[in-house]
């Protein structure tokens, strides 16, 4: 297996993101590998606030989902950095805003990263066929290995 150096970790605010996380500082030494945190903000996951668009107070609908995005962005740009605090390194973070999928392994590609992680939300087969798995999308379409961690 070739040395890895450069890690993409996905995190989204979850505790089964934390886990991953954690688990890979566990599995590798944080003073050997470049780490970098992603957390992509889904357009899809706030249409129900862009739907009541053409109604009064669109502006405030706005302004809600824009203040929803920033505390969300923050929470988990914060726990990123406590993370790698308590473990005595830097974890670069990188904040996107599309699917996830394509955004995770875009950034993967650029940044030549030699290994991605995510956590599995163990959402149940139902769930996965509506809505698609980010963790199974990105192990089938990944260049490079992947760890799922659940």
Known sequence: MP????VLIAVDGSPEADTA????????NPQEIELHAIYVISPSKYATIEGAAGYEGISTLHEIRDR????E???VTERVKNIGHDHGIEIKMLVKLGDPRNEILKAADEMEADLIAVGSTG???GQRILLG???TYIV?????STI???
């Open 73 to 75: 962005r923050e929470m």
């Open 140 to 144: 089938t379409h990944a260049k490079v």
């Open 133 to 135: 798995s980010v963790s």
């Open 68 to 71: 929803i995005i920033a505390e």
């Open 123 to 125: 959402k149940g087969l």
């Open 3 to 6: 040395m890895i150096k450069k």
């Open 21 to 28: 996380l954690l688990k890979v500082l566990d599995y590798l």
């Open 148 to 150: 799922v961690v659940r």
